[in-house]
């Protein structure tokens, strides 16, 4: 993937056909790594240059995309360039519409329990072809992570989509990453709130 570099991070150049066709390669190969997605925007940057442990996460996500527009902002005035911003809001419903072709499995995780079970309903109408194999609130503590990650593992998603807020769920996934053995994850902050109301 061509990148641009941004505060020494890494963030793709990819516009969102690009993007969406490059995860579906990930998740129809046949290795199926764990790969963490990570909608980059500036809070996040600054962020990661404030505190090593996030930064940490940042680089070792498998794949930035430009979020913000400062993200696209400051990649603008680089020599190369981003092709367009690749919002985590527009991500997921591109993610969704392509997963109606290969029947993907999406588990939904975070937010109220209220809004997960309507962002699940949501989702289920508008894409039938996608399985949510499991949805689970995002308010549960450190000590019930094992019990999450084994509910996760047993519902076996393609993509597992994390709302808990940008603080928390790009450190969950990638502490358990290899453990939830998810093909694809990605932290999505508020977008459960949108979809569900
Ligand atoms: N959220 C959650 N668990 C928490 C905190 C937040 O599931 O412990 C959810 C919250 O319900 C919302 C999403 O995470 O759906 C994003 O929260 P918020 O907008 O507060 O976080 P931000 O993205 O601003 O950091």
């Not at 941004?6 to 690009?18: E, P, T």
């Not at 919002?87 to 995780?109: I, N, Q, R, S």
């Amino acid at each position: 993937v061509p990148t641009v570099s941004i505060y020494g991070l890494q963030v793709s150049r990819l516009g969102m056909d690009d993007t969406v066709k490059y995860l579906t390669h990930i998740l129809e190969s046949e290795e199926r790594r764990p790969f963490q997605i990570i909608t980059a925007n500036p809070i996040m940057v600054m962020k990661a240059l404030e505190e090593p442990d996030y930064m940490k996460v940042m680089r070792d996500a498998e794949l930035l995309v430009p979020d913000g527009t400062g993200v696209v902002w400051a990649a603008a005035r680089t020599e190369t360039p981003v092709q367009e911003r690749v919002a985590g809001f527009d991500l997921l419903h591109e993610l969704m519409k392509a997963g109606e072709d290969y029947h993907w499995k999406v588990y939904l995780l975070g937010s109220t329990p209220e809004v997960i079970h309507a962002t699940a309903e949501k989702l289920r109408l508008q894409y039938p072809g996608v399985q949510i194999c499991g949805v689970r609130d995002g308010y549960f503590k450190e000590d019930q992570d094992v019990e999450v990650i084994a509910d996760i593992r047993k519902a076996a998603p393609d993509i597992l989509l994390v709302a808990r807020g940008a603080d928390t769920q790009e450190p969950w996934i990638a502490r358990y990453k290899e453990q939830l053995g998810v093909p694809l994850m990605m932290g999505v902050g508020g977008s459960f709130d949108v979809i569900s109301g």
